[in-house]
């Protein structure tokens, strides 16, 4: 049985779940995803830090919402491995 992997912030900060406010998310509930592919970012203090996909697998859930403040640790997303 493979269990589901959270992906935590790293750091505190603002979440963003797209690169730009025009641009589409980086990823969808549902998507698969590659390790190290980017899932989102951290911004603080006007600095944006990549939030990555540490397994390959399939995105599950999201656990905070687009420009939500979250702190260091905190869950984000939820990834089924494959």
């Known amino acids: 049985m493979t269990l589901n992997r959270s992906v935590v912030s790293p750091i505190p900060g603002v979440f963003y779940r797209k690169p730009s406010p025009e641009q589409e998310d980086y990823v969808k509930e549902g998507q698969e995803v590659k390790a ?3 899932i989102g970012l951290i911004e603080v203090m ?3 830090y990549e939030v990555k996909a540490e397994v390959d ?3 599950e859930t999201f656990s905070v919402a687009n420009e939500e403040v979250v702190d260091a640790g905190q869950a984000l997303a ?3 491995p494959l």
Do not use: L, P
Request: net charge neutral; glycine share 8%; aromatic share 8%.
């Open 46 to 48: 006007k600095n944006f």
């Open 78 to 80: 939820v990834i089924r």
């Open 57 to 59: 697998g399939i995105v």
């Open 36 to 38: 190290e592919d980017t």
